[in-house]
């Protein structure tokens, strides 16, 4: 118990003491933002910056941070560290330099930040990556509400015709303007989404389970190696590529730069918070990681959230905690189809200010994802995972390339190149090892996921230095 609640105010020291670091480092000023520059009543609408702060929580914190979170907790309360230390030095980083600098270029999608930072092959590589991402993403966030909607609901309302109501509820969300449907439902699933947190927690606490104190053992009871599985297995409660997909979007509603820490930097720590409770309560409510994997393996990921849900808090809790679980996949779900109509957008020249534009890229973008649900979820949350983690190095690589270029203090570019160079290992490590993957063994992985870190990390150093010397001649 300790240690989860050092964990939480840990996090909240970090937003306060190192979220303040990196919004110095960034620099931002009084210039005008899309929302105000642009205006143009579908993507770039000005927003509260309470409303922004919601929904970009809401975007970035589908089922990530609960599954993830209790897939994560099978490897012990190690996964406490990633979470808390994943999230402020590398996941709010992240989330906020994507939004930060979409908001200095248009609103620019992290696919056209790469080219411009990158090059353009890098800008090709990234929209291909993020539109596959997006429909993955999209198809995870359909399929996971729907099994845990059926569960509330008549047996003739069962997992497939969910999947249709909320395939149609994703055509509105991607096709109306943001602040006609997802303006105005977002504030009222926060809601739901706080309470369903602090329920959680509450019954916990109260419920006088016992919440193990952090270790560095590896006590997945599959074997699988803390190194580099639980840092692709919880994505969304430290690091996620996703939300580099996310954040653009939000960049466009802000009315002031002076926003992105609350916005960016905060909705990070918040949904860290978040995947901490059920990483928490997933061990501790059956208590031991192996009994939750036999629960993950035999009831799935929707049915374990629902046990915790409806055992801890009894059948009117548990309905309201599902329910905001439900609220969590489904309101990241939307924008992830929306974030990829934005992107094909920027590829294609439409212009989004007509329906018809929108239709024509939304429509076969849904057909898609609803061909995908029919895949194995295990699967598509395995290719989806390692996408997500893949996604996050380049975003910050290309965070990386954007400090040293724009930024002229020495050590600026070190916030986001450490994380970079993790990333970039986990990453490589991970596809290396994956039975998805290549499915080498750790002493052909390890090596080589290594010296690929350590030669972007090389690449790194040498454009740094050359920057240096440009800015010591004063070029």
Known sequence: MISLIVSLCVLVVGFIVYGGIVDRIFGPDDRKTPAIAINDGVDCVPMKPWKAFLIQLLNIAGTGPIFGALMGACFGPVVFLWIVLGSILGGAVHDYMCGMISSRNKGASIAELSGTYLGNAAKWVMRIFSVVLLALTGTVFVNSPAALIARLTPKALNDNFWIV?????????????????????????????????????????????????????????????????????????????????????????????????????????????????????????????????????????????????????????????????????????????????????????LDQRKIRNRLIITIPLLAVGAMLTQMDFNVLWRYFSWSNQTLAMIALWVATAYLVRESKKRFASLITALPAAFMSAVSMTYILMADEGFGLGQAVAYPVGICFAAVLFAVYLYMWGKMRKKYASGN
């Open 165 to 349: 109501v909320i395939l149609l509820y994703y055509l509105l969300a991607t096709l109306l303007p943001i602040d006609k449907l997802i303006g105005k439902l977002y504030p009222v699933f926060g809601i739901i989404l706080i309470i369903m947190a602090v329920s959680i927690m509450g019954g916990t606490v109260i419920g006088g389970y016992h919440i193990p104190e952090i270790s560095f053992a590896d006590l997945h009871p599959e074997g699988l190696p803390v190194w580099p599985f639980m840092f692709v297995t919880v994505a969304c409660g430290a690091i996620s590529g996703f939300h580099a997909t996310q954040s653009p979007m939000i960049a466009k509603c802000i009315t002031s730069e002076k926003q992105g820490r609350m916005v960016f930097y905060g909705a990070m720590i918040a949904e860290s918070v978040i995947a901490l409770i059920w990483a928490a309560a997933g061990v501790a409510f059956y208590g031991s990681t192996q009994l939750l994997q036999n629960a993950l393996t035999e009831l799935g990921q929707s049915g374990t959230v629902y046990e915790i849900a409806s055992m801890m808090l009894g059948t009117v809790g548990g309905v309201l905690a599902v329910v905001g679980v439900v609220v969590c996949p489904i309101t990241s779900g939307d924008t992830a189809f929306r974030s990829a109509r934005l992107i094909i957008a920027e590829i294609t020249k």
